[in-house]
């Protein structure tokens, strides 16, 4: 990591999860992600759901999804960054300030490289309606297990509110959910191998990942940490394509550390 006085470094906040589960959301990997890549020193502390609202409001931090049906709705990730005196919601936010403000010593270790911008966001909407759609239901169902006991109760009781059934009841054929998401991995694998660039095909940015990879990847870990049922999961995403969200993972393998 790049030395940095410590009054200096960069606070990640993350969703506290049971012990031993480590990072486990699909959104705070995206900027674990990021940080990492660009080998920015930062610490990271971890939010029950319910103080999620209350200490972001407390710091500033810009609600996630702003003025919507249930009000201003605060998330995660949101970096603060006291050198540069401002505190970022969101993962590509938090990307176009690292490569603004932390640029890499390679000029093509780029997260947003120019001229992708456009085209990354609407990869990561495809990807966000299809693949994190597929699995996010499967997801959600199993995610209580892995939280802390309040974030737990507070997991359970928001998410049948908002969508006015028991979480428990979100999927009903899971067999059926799975085959479903093992045909959309086969899709996202015949769009790697058409048109990645460069000479190794798995990142989106040729040689380096991008945002868009990361997005890819933090949904795998998503399911990986929370799906653990024998014949889900990680049973299922690792053996696609003869193992290739496997060898995804492994090439990132160097920017997921967890501090």
């Given at each position: 990591?790049?030395?940095?006085?410590?009054?200096n470094?960069?606070?990640?906040?993350?969703?506290?999860?049971?012990?031993g589960?480590?990072?486990?959301?699909p959104?705070?990997?995206?900027?674990?992600?990021?940080?990492?890549?660009?080998?920015?020193?930062?610490?990271?502390?971890?939010?029950?759901?319910?103080?999620?609202?209350?200490?972001?409001?407390?710091?500033g931090?810009a609600?996630?999804?702003?003025?919507?049906?249930?009000?201003?709705?605060?998330?995660?990730?949101?970096?603060?960054?006291?050198?540069?005196?401002?505190t970022i919601?969101?993962?590509?936010?938090?990307?176009?300030?690292?490569?603004?403000?932390?640029p890499?010593?390679?000029?093509?270790q780029?997260?947003?490289?120019?001229?992708?911008?456009?085209?990354?966001?609407?990869?990561?909407?495809?990807?966000?309606?299809v693949?994190t759609?597929a699995?996010?239901?499967?997801?959600?169902?199993?995610c209580?297990?892995?939280l802390d006991?309040?974030?737990?109760?507070?997991?359970i009781?928001?998410?049948?509110?908002?969508?006015?059934?028991?979480?428990?009841t979100?999927?009903t054929?899971?067999?059926a959910?799975?085959?479903?998401?093992?045909?959309?991995?086969?899709?996202?694998?015949?769009?790697?191998?058409?048109?990645?660039?460069?000479?190794?095909?798995?990142?989106?940015?040729?040689e380096?990942?991008?945002?868009?990879?990361?997005?890819?990847?933090?949904?795998?870990?998503?399911?990986?940490?929370?799906?653990?049922?024998?014949g889900?999961?990680?049973?299922?995403?690792s053996?696609?394509?003869?193992?290739?969200?496997?060898r995804?993972?492994?090439?990132?393998?160097?920017?997921?550390?967890?501090?």
């Open positions: 990591m790049a030395a940095e006085s410590p009054e470094i960069i606070t990640l906040y993350d969703i506290e999860a049971k012990a589960v480590g990072p486990w959301s959104n705070t990997w995206k900027a674990r992600f990021a940080l990492n890549y660009k080998g920015v020193a930062y610490k990271t502390v971890y939010i029950s759901y319910p103080d999620i609202k209350s200490k972001m409001m407390e710091l931090a609600p996630g999804y702003p003025n919507g049906s249930r009000g201003d709705l605060y998330t995660l990730p949101v970096i603060h960054d006291p050198k540069h005196g401002v919601t969101d993962s590509w936010k938090i990307c176009e300030h690292l490569d603004k403000h932390y890499a010593s390679d000029p093509s780029q997260i947003l490289p120019p001229g992708s911008q456009m085209l990354q966001r609407a990869f990561s909407l495809w990807h966000d309606q693949l759609d699995i996010g239901d499967l997801a959600c169902m199993d209580p297990a892995q006991e309040r974030g737990k109760e507070y997991f009781r928001t998410r049948a509110e908002w969508w006015g059934k028991p979480l428990d979100w999927v054929d899971r067999p959910q799975w085959e479903k998401v093992r045909k959309d991995y086969a899709r996202l694998a015949q769009l790697y191998d058409q048109y990645a660039p460069g000479s190794s095909g798995w990142a989106m940015g040729g380096g990942p991008t945002h868009a990879d990361f997005n890819v990847a933090g949904t795998l870990i998503w399911s990986k940490k929370l799906n653990l049922a024998e889900e999961g990680w049973d299922v995403l053996k696609i394509d003869g193992g290739r969200w496997d995804f993972l492994q090439k990132l393998a160097p920017y997921m550390s967890e501090q």
